[in-house]
């Protein structure tokens, strides 16, 4: 079950009871225009109570997508990324697999704002930010402790340069316990994506891929914003703070070449996960969906 399924279930939102449709299909900011490589702030404030759902940033010039990265999104003053590095600004596109795993799934109220900070490493682009929305009543929007879990949105693996004929590690230490979701990896430079390969996947020293030791190459390709294995990039692993998660990348090639990435949470801690929602057939007490321990 993804995040935007969850969203709406825990906030009751469904064809049966939407909400007063004006002012609820997208939320954004004022686009950033960067002449050249650098930093950018998108600054988004709501004007009436949403459930925020899928975060697109787009990041591109001439029809050519920028690399980039992003290092934080703050919503209503919190923070929504997990890990103690930054994550690749691919994975947000809109033409990025599976929409609901990146679906942010927070309710907001009237003037709470969306901030997302990034860097652009390429020449110039344009940059901007749509989040999908669905029209909440006011009084159905929950604080932050009562969503406090929502806020575990995503993992920023990090940027790691990786030099011709070399492996290379690309590290990050989770903040909070949470469950991870879909990674995804992309390349953050120029670069023959043939030429890359993930060698080694560890979490807390325990390995993700299935082969022998040392003779495993998983092309970084399959682990692509736009995969079509997308279902099979779920990890669904429970970690504790200071959980490390190490990715060995492989380049054959050889000119050196960035990769990045990052991984989508499950709303839950990484302790056990109960979702409630109110039972549609009764107005009174709340139906499990389920439990996971």
């Known amino acids: 079950m993804d995040r935007q399924t969850i969203a709406r279930a825990c906030h009751d939102v469904g064809f049966t009871n939407r909400f007063k449709e004006a002012q609820g299909l997208f939320l954004s900011g004022p686009n950033v225009v960067l002449a050249a490589p650098g930093n950018f702030t998108i600054t988004s404030t709501a004007q009436r109570a949403l459930l925020l759902e899928t975060l697109n940033i787009e990041a591109a010039s001439a029809g050519v997508n920028s690399f980039g990265t992003i290092s934080a999104i703050n919503i209503a003053g919190q923070s929504a990324m997990t890990s103690n590095q930054v994550c690749g600004i691919s994975m947000f596109r809109s033409t990025s697999f599976c929409s609901g795993s990146r679906a942010l799934g927070i309710s907001v109220d009237n003037n ?64 909070r316990a949470v ?14 994506i043939d030429d890359l390969y993930v060698t080694s996947f560890r979490i ?35 970690i504790r703070p200071q959980a490390q998660i190490d990715i060995d990348i492989q380049n054959i090639g050889g000119p050196a070449v960035t990769v990045q990435g990052g991984i989508f949470c499950l709303p839950w801690s990484g302790e056990s996960a109960v979702l409630t929602a109110r039972n549609q057939k009764s107005s009174g007490s709340p139906q499990r969906l389920f439990n996971v321990k």
């Open 179 to 192: 469950t991870l979701g879909s990674i995804v990896m992309e390349l953050g430079s120029a670069g023959n």
């Open 204 to 238: 807390s020293n325990l390995e993700q891929l299935a082969g022998a030791a040392g003779q495993q190459q998983v092309p970084l390709a399959a682990f692509l914003e736009n995969a079509s294995m997308c279902k099979d990039l779920t990890l669904g692993i429970c």
């Open 112 to 175: 709470m704002q969306v901030t997302v900070i990034g860097n652009i490493t390429s020449p110039a682009s344009n940059v901007s930010v749509a989040i999908g929305c669905q029209p909440i009543p006011s009084d159905t929007v929950k604080t932050r402790s009562e969503q406090a879990t929502a806020y575990n949105y995503v993992h920023g693996l990090g940027s790691v340069v990786c030099a011709g004929g070399a492996t290379t590690t690309v590290t990050s230490v989770s903040q």
